[in-house]
C-alpha cells in the first residue's frame, strides 16, 4: 500500500501542475472555459514544456517546488473541496478555523510529495488527453488520459474529476490506475481523527510535510 501511495504523488506531481505561463511564454494560459478534455490538454502540454525546459524543477529543487505549487498550481484547483471530501462526516464537525487549517496542512502535505517527481520527467514524457464521454453541458466530469515516458512502455492511466464553476473548470481529484486522491485519503483522515481527532490530524499533516 505503501508504495502504491507513493507512486500515486509521484504522478499527482507530474499531472497536477498547472498554470506555467510564468515559465513558457510560448504558450497561452489554459482556458478554464474550454471543454475540459482541452482544459486539461492544454494544462498538461504547458506543463510538460516547462518541466523539460527547467533544470531547477526537473532536479527537484524543494524552493521552486513551493513556489509552482503557491502561486500557479492552487488557481486550477479546487483544494477546499478536495480537502472536505477527503475528510467526509468529520470535516462538519471542524469549526471554521479547524477547516482553515486542514486545507493549509492538507496543501503542504502533497506540496512536498510533488517534489519527488520532477527528476522522473524526461524528454520522452508524454500526456494524451482522451475524448470526453458524456453529456456535453455536464458540470461535474471525469476527463481521461495517458501518460508514457518511454517507447515502448506501458501508459499509466490517470482520470481527472473536474466541476464546472464560475471561474470555468476546476480540479478537485485524481484516479490514478485505480486509485482515488480523495478516497485514498479518506481512509487516512478517518484513521487518524479517530486516534487524536481534527487538530491532531492537522498536526500529522503538518509534520509529514516537513520530512
Request: with cysteine; hydrophobic share 40%; aromatic share 8%.
Amino acid at each position: 500500500m505503501k508504495s502504491r501511495i507513493y507512486c500515486l504523488s509521484r504522478l499527482l506531481a507530474l499531472c497536477l501542475l498547472f498554470g506555467f505561463n510564468h515559465f513558457s511564454h510560448a504558450q497561452s494560459k489554459p482556458d478554464p472555459n474550454a471543454a475540459p478534455n482541452d482544459f486539461v490538454q492544454q494544462v498538461a502540454d504547458q506543463v510538460l514544456v516547462a518541466l523539460k525546459a527547467d533544470a531547477s524543477v526537473r532536479a527537484g529543487n524543494t524552493t521552486r517546488v513551493n513556489q509552482i505549487v503557491d502561486e500557479l498550481i492552487l488557481p486550477n484547483v479546487n483544494f477546499e473541496k478536495t480537502t472536505r471530501l477527503a475528510a467526509g462526516r468529520y470535516w462538519r464537525q471542524a469549526t471554521p478555523e479547524q477547516q482553515a487549517a486542514l486545507v493549509k496542512a492538507f496543501r503542504g502535505t502533497l506540496g512536498r510529495a510533488y517534489s519527488g517527481a520532477f527528476t522522473r520527467v524526461d524528454d520522452a514524457t508524454n500526456v494524451k488527453v482522451l475524448p470526453l464521454r458524456g453529456e456535453v453541458d455536464a458540470t461535474d466530469v471525469v476527463v481521461k488520459s495517458q501518460v508514457t515516458q518511454r517507447a515502448n512502455t506501458q501508459p499509466i492511466a490517470l482520470d481527472y474529476r473536474l466541476e464546472k464553476t464560475s471561474q470555468g473548470w476546476k480540479i478537485y481529484d485524481l484516479n490514478v490506475e485505480n486509485i482515488w486522491l480523495i478516497e485514498n485519503y479518506r481512509n487516512q483522515f478517518a484513521q487518524q481523527i479517530s486516534q487524536s481527532g481534527i487538530d491532531g490530524l492537522i498536526q500529522a499533516l503538518n509534520q509529514r510535510a516537513q520530512q
